[in-house]
């Protein structure tokens, strides 16, 4: 049996088949140029290095409260291939210095490139040994600029990311899309999170009169209520998450936890399972 799919006849829009046996000669007889670089003859023609050209293993929403006194943050465990709840352990609250708490829905992979980031900087701070530390508005600052240069030069980031923390013992909360775009807000939802769990934060946080009103334990059991809904509604999130606490203590990342979920109602509903 022949193995090589490009000796079946099939029509080819591509110079190297789907399964990368062989790249395929021009007429001349050579190479074409893009399969040299596939084959590993090198970076020739001036073609740049690429990064995520669309997301593949990707993350759903975070979300993000402001209380008195402090921040805080939710983020489940989940990290979907496609449509496949992939990998069930990914930790997508990461601390960047002592009062700031990196939040990220999108692409895991370019997830990771911006911890290596903002790690990178902390260690050059550190080093610098000046006294000085970088507070979580500048931290923001700089990775806006990131976002926005990467977009800029049409080789975006497929993130949204939010950052939280205590700076003057005030709570900061902001976001930044892929395009660069940063805003400010007492509630902060992405992905699927700002048309299903946005809405009830600003209700909670209307009901009692502003963020200032509200204590860390209503934060909690208001964020609760919100990954219910979400586990509920969407379909790329699951009933395991973590919440960040930041405050003028510092930064508290939790183990991993659920809530308590009803679904006894699913059994009247026509078409839903046996």
Known sequence: M????????????ED??????????????????????????????????????QPVVTGTSVLGIKYKGGVMMAADNLASYGSLARFRDVERLH?????????????????????HLLDSQMIKEYNADDGHTLATPNIYEYLWRVMYNRR??????????????VHKGEGFLGAIDLK?????????????????AQPILRKEIE?????????????????????????????????????????????KISEPMSVETEWAFAEKIRGYGA
């Open 2 to 13: 022949d193995h090589f799919p490009t000796n079946w006849g099939n029509p080819r829009s």
């Open 16 to 53: 190297v088949d789907s399964y990368n046996t062989y790249p395929v000669a021009s007429n001349s007889g050579t190479v074409p140029h893009s399969v040299r670089e596939i084959a590993g003859f090198g970076h020739a023609g001036g073609h740049p290095t690429s990064h995520t050209q």
């Open 95 to 115: 601390q960047v210095a002592d009062f700031t708490v990196l939040g990220a829905s999108g692409d895991m992979s370019d997830y990771q490139y911006v911890k």
């Open 152 to 165: 800029s030069k049409m080789n975006p980031l497929w993130n949204t990311f939010v950052l939280g923390g």
């Open 180 to 196: 660069g775009t940063p805003y400010q807000s007492p509630s902060i939802a992405t992905g699927f999170g700002s048309h299903l």
């Open 207 to 251: 009901n009692r009169g502003g963020e200032e009103n509200i204590t860390e334990e209503d934060a909690t059991q208001i964020l609760k209520k919100c990954m219910k809904v979400l586990f509920y509604r969407d379909a790329r999130s699951m009933n395991k998450f973590q919440l960040a606490t930041i405050s003028a203590e510092g930064v």
